[in-house]
């Protein structure tokens, strides 16, 4: 591998899925200005996630429809016969 291109600045992160509140512990370069108090007692930066492998109907294998701001009433009623 080629020196000097990989992050030097790796550090413990704590990734949580919003959408069901399962969170992990992990090593990351990513940046964050909220912390999280993990299960070990020490303090942690937090990376708020949409989804998870614990939420993306893919792993789960249930056929979940997500539908923010009501697109199948709205695609309804444009497309209802009058």
Same mark, same amino acid.
């Given at each position: 591998m080629k020196q000097g291109i990989h992050p030097q600045?790796?550090?413990f992160v704590v990734f949580k899925?919003?959408?069901n509140g399962f969170a992990f512990l992990s090593k990351s370069t990513t940046a964050s200005?909220?912390?999280i108090q993990w299960e070990d007692g020490n303090e942690y930066?937090?990376?708020k996630l949409e989804i998870s492998n614990t939420s993306?109907? &893919?792993f789960t294998g249930k056929n979940v429809m997500l539908d923010t701001a009501?697109?199948?009433d709205k &695609?309804?009623?444009k497309y209802a016969k009058k």
């Open positions: 600045n790796y550090r899925d919003m959408s200005k909220e912390t930066p937090l990376v993306h109907p &893919f009501g697109r199948i &695609f309804k009623k």
